[in-house]
């Protein structure tokens, strides 16, 4: 335990452990202090200065979020002089910002403008420089837009992208008045190694990152009487919904999203929890099988470990950084794109529609998908398998616009088919959740029995935040046809965020691991963490999806994926078995290498 | 010609021939003797901001780390300024010295000097020199390595954390502090970074005893200042003078009868009219200096000296940080306006309560110190700005 | 391989692969070739494991450290106040006359540079420029000249 000291914040005594800085003391102290470029999530930058306090002793004041407390240290955090340099440091990033508030997407959830008001700018205390700035506009990608004259350079994106996800698509180039947050050679997102995770939107304080929205072309097929619209709606999505909708973090609203989507007026409201399931079942088979080629057949030229391939940002950092590692990759797709694929397949001949006239929408906690979404293989239906790709934020905003007051919506169902559930799809959102999930259905397969653990709950893959969680499961009594598991521990590990995932595969590249099964997902904390997730993100935030997510697991009827009787059903009528001939065709895809440089 | 100014001959001058006598004789004695002499001259940074130098060399010695360095700031880009140039150039040896010296106390195997990109050409000579250092430290069994390392043009790298970090191979923002070089300089490690002219100081200091050095200069300004004079005078060029002299007198030697003001500390520090000649004192006590004196005579648009400043700054801010960035490129498009006529005069008052605000957010020394010109030409030369 | 691939090779080579390493690395491209071209700074991101923008990132900060075309020999003027004071737009007027170029551009023949940059520490001699690393001070537009002069004989 760190040695405690008592400092004094506008005459009130906090007692902090050592090394807090004046601003963590102040909010323990219920005193806000404004801030901007400060994160939680990041390291400490020091540069916006709009967090500047008195410290009694010294000639300038100070940026508190830099600034260590000590013994006997007397702050003050609303004296005049605070407030003027506050007030003209507002001011200052205003005249070198776009203030269009109402051509804004982030207008009305954007730090600056809180600010802003809160400050009563608006007299125009200094010139305004933006008419001698070239600003440029990147919007030449399928999920992320960068407005450059929205930026305010408090470097969060760029310590996003370095920190957390280890790409640095973004840093700061040039100095002075030129200073500016650019990739590399200022080329377009879409040109560089950015993995589209959308963490630098959540945490850009104005509009200078924002996700590419598709709000305006799903009112268009909603409207469109000769389309059927489908929508498809991600497990991390109904456990954060409601934060942009008034609600606090944590709180599960599944059967109230169900409700609002039915009264956007989507033709069928539909799961990926479904096509998560699915998922479970080929990847699950996938793995036995390269277990078994490896083992068995001695097959050289299968690669182990096999890692996740549900996360599109995940995929794209692999392709970039370990081209070299893509055989490791599960060929399957992930669960919106095979629910894309179905939809226009399985779905309309089930339902009788004819597939060109289906539109499919995605309702996903994720920017990356966005591009997924794009690429040129996820067309396997014959047609664009997801059409529209929207954030849950995005989502927020329909059901803002459509009026509907969400807290008293009556919870209803999802539509069938491709609509039913288990808790193993629902712990998708969360790091270790695809582990689980594939566990609870392989060990079954192999075994005959339930996972042993209690309640299903395999807590040592259940991952955490910032860490790399490693586990081994041992494989006993097998049935005869899996007779070469017998007593072999599988060795499982778990990483979120791009950052721990590069170490991972670092060590699978260097040879240094020997791992079978490797989860990984881009985002922190996993899809509940993802960067089309309602905005403010934080490690608390976060901590209380997650417990909404295992929450909701523990709430399902049906827990393990192979159990789901509509997943039962594709296989009779429509796929054959896993890894079948048609699951082939649209449930698995391949990979293209690209360049890191 | 009567000598006006106390004219001194330490720096350039007395023992320059001696080659490494002084470091030779240095590494005999004990790191609290050295400390103490350092302590009882009184010596403060020559750098401009005027630290204490054997509290910074206590304090790093007393880390209890390994791996230390000892850095030498050569990043000379104050405007104005050229008096390390003129050190490196003539009296490499005691540079070295001051900073084997420093090594020994410290307890630093490794040292660097960080040399401006504009004085490339000087680099042939100084690794000469570094050669023959070498050779001297081998045969007196010093255990310390001298590396040079280029800047590439850009003038916050002068600031000593964003050194650090240029050394580090990235761009030169400065750090937040604490914590202080004493305790995480470069490479996180406890480092010691002084000017050019503060480490030669030291070996003078080393040279001639504390009693001796003490002598020279006012009590809060011990010893001699290396001067970069430039400008509108007839003799421009490098003067060693006492520190604490009234600047009068330096106008008196160095104007050219007609002076209106001079810029005392390079555009980063302060400006001061003719009428206040008198009473300000040229050191820690009035105005503080790195060396920079640029002297102006009737004939010069203060307005467009200021312009000049602000031009400079604009370029060479870091821009990490709100106040200096947009602070400066408020100033600059601030006077034009008011110079057009688009802005009234009393934006001028405006800008001066933000050149406060930008005194007392800045992130770094440097960016506290770049409105200093600002609010000292418009304060004195107000109808400058405005017809 | 890049057209300077084996220089960088040779810098990665003398100076090592971390990210200390990156300054010098950068100098000595720009000392062989005036500028850092985007494959020149993709090749060094490679060799020192990091990304490209952190590499372009640096690379930008740094005056000296061109991302552009520059010709062989690059002309930086003082324009900072005591040179400013005692005549620099008639060197830079000399030298656009001479080179036939603006401030800020290359001559046809990628020969010459001509920019303008801050104070080169000559004040007491100024006005001053740099051509590549030689300082020149105490200018006047003849001796402006003959310098050119010179230097468009040379190779």
């Known amino acids: 335990m760190a040695n405690k000291l008592t400092l004094q ?221 489908v929508v498809q709606t991600a497990p991390a999505v109904r456990i954060a919904l409601g934060e942009a909708l008034g609600l606090p973090p944590g709180k599960i609203v599944t059967g109230k999203m169900v409700a609002a989507l039915k009264r956007l007026g989507f033709d069928s409201v ?137 807290q ?22 969360t790091t270790g959740g695809v582990m689980e999930a594939a566990l609870r259905t392989a060990y079954e397969i192999v075994t005959g029995r339930e996972v042993p653990f209690e309640k299903l709950n395999i807590t040592p893959v259940r991952g955490t935040e910032g860490e790399v969680r490693e586990a081994t499961i041992k494989i006993e009594k097998t049935k005869p046809e899996w007779k070469f598991l017998e007593g072999v521990e599988l060795k499982c590990v778990v990483a979120n965020g791009l950052a721990h995932a590069k170490r991972v595969m670092q060590n699978v590249k260097d040879g240094t691991a020997n791992y079978h099964f490797i989860e990984i997902m881009a985002c922190p904390g996993g899809c509940l963490g993802g960067g089309g997730q309602p905005i403010p993100t934080n490690p608390e935030i976060r901590a209380k999806r997650k417990s909404a997510i295992y929450e909701e697991d523990m709430g399902m009827p049906i827990r393990k994926s192979h159990e789901n009787p509509e997943v039962a059903e594709i296989y009779k009528d429509f796929l054959g078995e896993p890894l079948g001939h048609k699951s082939h065709e649209l449930l698995h895809t391949h990979y293209t290498p690209r360049k890191r440089y | 010609m009567a000598e006006l100014v106390q004219r001194v001959d330490l720096i350039f001058g007395e023992y320059s021939d001696e080659k490494y006598k002084v470091l030779e004789e240095s590494l005999k004695r004990s790191n609290e003797d050295i400390i103490k002499d350092i302590l009882d001259s009184g010596l403060r940074g020559r750098g401009g901001a005027g630290f204490p130098t054997a509290i910074k060399w206590k304090y790093t010695a007393e880390q209890p780390v390994k791996e230390k360095y000892v850095v030498c700031n050569a990043d000379e880009g104050e405007p104005g300024t050229f008096k390390d140039r003129e050190i490196l150039s003539r009296v490499p040896r005691k540079v070295f010295s001051g900073m084997a010296i420093c090594a020994k106390v410290i307890g630093a195997k490794k040292g660097f000097m960080y040399l401006r990109g504009e004085y490339r050409f000087m680099l042939p000579d100084l690794l000469k020199e570094l050669d023959e250092f070498h050779a001297y430290a081998k045969k007196l ?97 490098i003067y060693e003078l006492e520190l604490g002299m009234p600047l009068i007198r330096f106008v008196e030697e160095f104007g050219d009868g007609d002076t209106k003001a001079v810029q005392v500390g390079g555009a980063s520090g302060f400006c001061v009219p003719m009428k206040k000649f008198k009473d300000t004192i040229i050191g820690f006590e009035g105005v503080p200096t790195g060396g920079s004196m640029m002297i102006f005579n009737s004939s010069r648009s203060m307005y467009n000296v200021l312009h000049n400043y602000l031009d400079f700054f604009e370029e060479e801010s870091c821009g990490q940080c709100t106040p200096c960035r947009v602070g400066c490129q408020q100033l600059k498009k601030g006077i034009q306006a008011v110079k057009r006529g688009d802005k009234p005069v009393v934006y001028l008052d405006q800008l001066m309560k933000l050149s406060e605000t930008m005194k007392i957010t800045a992130k770094c020394g440097l960016g506290q110190s770049v409105a200093n010109s600002f609010s000292s030409i418009v304060n004195n030369f107000k109808e400058e700005m405005i017809y | 391989m890049s057209p300077n691939g084996n ?56 005056s000296f450290l061109d991302t552009v075309p520059r010709g062989k020999y690059v002309i930086r003027v003082c324009k900072t106040i005591t040179c400013d004071m005692h005549g620099k737009k008639l060197i830079l007027q000399a030298l656009e006359n001479m080179l036939k170029i603006k401030s800020g551009e290359t001559t046809q023949n990628k020969k010459f540079t001509l920019l303008e940059t801050n104070c080169l520490g000559w004040c007491h001699k100024s006005p001053a420029m740099l051509i590549n690393d030689q300082p020149y001070t105490e200018l006047t537009p003849e001796k402006v000249h003959d310098i050119i002069a010179e230097y468009m004989n040379k190779s």
């Open chain 3, 7 to 62: 220089l960088i090779r040779e810098l990665v080579e003398k100076y090592g692969r971390s990210r200390t390493s990156l300054m010098p690395i950068l100098q000595g491209v720009v000392e062989r070739q005036s500028f850092l071209a985007d494959y020149d700074l993709t090749d060094i991101a490679k060799e020192l494991d990091l990304s490209a923008a952190q590499v372009y990132g640096t690379a930008t900060f740094y």
């Open chain 2, 141 to 237: 069994k010093l255990d310390f390595t001298i590396e040079i390392r280029m800047g590439s043009g850009a003038y916050i790298c002068g600031e000593e954390s964003a050194l650090f970090e240029s050394m580090e191979g990235k761009r030169g923002e400065p750090r937040n502090k604490p914590p202080y070089p004493t305790v995480a300089g470069y490479l996180s490690k406890p480092t010691v970074i002084n000017n050019v002219e503060t480490f030669v100081n030291v070996v003078m200091i080393c040279r001639i005893g504390p009693v001796q050095y003490r002598k020279l200069g006012t009590h809060d300004s011990r010893g001699s200042k290396v001067f970069s004079v430039s400008g509108d005078t007839p003799k421009p060029g």
């Open chain 1, 408 to 429: 008293s919506l009556p919870n209803e169902s999802f539509d069938s088919i491709m609509g039913s559930s288990t808790g193993a799809a629902v712990i998708f959102g």
């Open chain 1, 9 to 229: 914040i506008d005459g009130i005594d906090v007692t902090v452990p050592e090394d807090t800085t004046i601003l963590a003391a102040a909010r323990k102290a219920n005193i806000h202090i404004p801030s901007l470029c400060y994160h939680e999530d990041l390291c400490v930058a020091g540069n916006c200065r709009v967090c500047v306090v008195e410290v009694s002793g010294s000639k300038t004041l100070v940026a508190s979020c830099a600034m260590p407390a000590s013994e006997g240290m007397q702050v003050f955090t609303n004296t005049g002089k605070v407030r003027l340099a506050r007030k003209h440091i507002v001011e200052l990033l205003l005249s070198e910002h776009n203030a269009d508030c109402t051509k804004c997407y982030k207008n009305g959830n954007c730090e600056l403008q809180f600010l802003a008001s809160e400050m009563l700018t608006g007299d125009h205390l200094f010139l305004d420089l933006v008419p001698g700035k070239k600003y440029t506009i990147d919007r030449f990608n399928s999920a992320i837009i960068k407005d450059d004259s929205r930026c305010i350079r408090c470097q969060r994106c760029v310590r996003t992208c370095e920190e957390l996800q280890s790409v640095s698509a973004l840093d700061v180039a040039y100095k002075g008045d030129k200073m500016k947050i650019s990739t590399f050679f200022e080329n377009p997102l879409f040109e560089v190694v950015c993995t589209n995770c959308g963490q630098c939107v959540n945490r850009c304080p104005t509009g200078a990152l924002i996700e590419k929205n598709y709000v305006d072309p799903v009112w268009e097929a909603i409207y469109d009487k000769t389309k059927h619209v």
């Open chain 1, 270 to 406: 539909l799961d990926t929890d479904f096509t998560a399931d699915l998922t479970i079942i080929e990847e699950g088979h996938e793995l036995l099988s390269r277990l078994k080629r490896v083992l068995v057949d001695k097959d050289t030229t299968v690669a182990l470990p096999m890692t996740t391939s549900c996360s599109p940002g995940w995929i794209k950092f692999i392709e970039h950084t370990f081209p070299e590692l893509l055989p490791n990759l599960s060929s399957c797709k992930s669960p919106q794109q095979m629910f894309g694929a179905l939809t226009k397949t399985y779905y309309a001949q089930k339902r009788g529609v004819d597939p060109k006239n289906i539109i499919s929408v995605s309702v996903m906690p994720c920017t990356a998908k966005k591009f997924e979404a794009d690429r040129p293989e996820m067309r396997s239906s014959g047609y664009k398998d997801v059409d529209y790709v929207l954030t849950t934020r995005e989502l927020a905003i329909m059901i803002k616009q459509a009026g509907l007051d969400f």
